[in-house]
């Protein structure tokens, strides 16, 4: 199974650059890779930002890639510079990463194991149905984090949805799929979305992550910290 992270936000709610917050001495792109290992990656994907190039007296890096490269060594393309959003990270692969992949976020948290029966559907090359995880969750009118599923459609944010489903996770696009993304264009906040590429395959289905059983959560805000430190030191 193919894995492709996406590393090349801009954290502009955070406040700081959120790929580089270390949970137990662990960022969560390091993180991400750890989970796509133990769930049978093959290959590992890894979209950067040139922006987060360093420099000291004696080396240049990319503390995400270097975090990453302790326990695997992925493939890196840099996301081109005048385009934004996740939509954006994966689209610089097209014409590099053939059969079907599976698009991690890298400021979220995974763990877990996808049940076989579920990695036999995702790593059938045949098979063309884009899978997205949700989660049913209750929000305040502001939020402006998750985005809401609707009639088996992804409703970008903002939105005024407050309970129901909601995309999170991630997604599993099928061989072919850069084919249907041709199109993409930039989205009302300036970004191409993967919600839009989602909404574009022909053929989807949304899977519950509690189903699956894998443990989740997403780095936005500040107040987020607490509560992926208490599913890092839980390893139950």
């Known amino acids: 199974m193919k894995y492709l992270i996406l590393a090349a936000g801009k954290s502009k709610r955070f406040g700081r650059n959120k790929l580089e917050e270390k949970f137990g001495g662990v960022s969560l792109p390091q993180q991400a890779a750890k989970f796509a290992l133990e769930n049978g990656a093959t290959e590992i994907y890894l979209t950067i930002s040139k922006d987060g190039v360093r420099a000291n007296a004696y080396d240049i890096y990319h ?21 934004y959003g996740p939509g954006a ?14 698009v991690l976020f890298g400021d979220n948290f995974y763990r877990g194991k996808i049940p076989q029966e579920y990695m036999n559907r995702f790593i059938e090359p045949t098979n063309q149905i884009t899978y997205f995880t949700t989660l049913t969750k209750i929000f305040d009118p502001r939020n402006l984090q998750l985005s809401a599923v ?3 459609c992804v409703i970008e944010k903002p939105h005024g949805y407050t309970d129901g489903d909601f995309f ?7 061989d072919g799929a850069f084919n ?9 906040r300036g970004e191409m979305e993967i919600t839009d590429m989602i909404n574009m395959s022909p053929y989807r289905q949304d899977l519950n992550l509690l189903e699956l059983g894998i443990k989740w959560d997403d780095l936005t805000y500040e107040a987020d910290i607490e509560r992926i430190q208490r599913l890092m030191g839980d390893e139950g």
């Open 63 to 83: 503390p995400v890639l270097r975090d990453i490269k302790k326990i695997c060594d992925p493939r890196i393309i840099f996301q081109p510079d005048d385009v």
């Open 89 to 102: 990270a994966i689209s610089a692969w097209s014409g590099i990463i053939d059969g079907p992949f599976i």
């Open 150 to 152: 609707v009639n088996g």
């Open 168 to 174: 999170c996770g991630f997604v599993r696009f099928p």
């Open 180 to 188: 249907n993304f041709s199109n993409l264009q930039r989205s009302d």
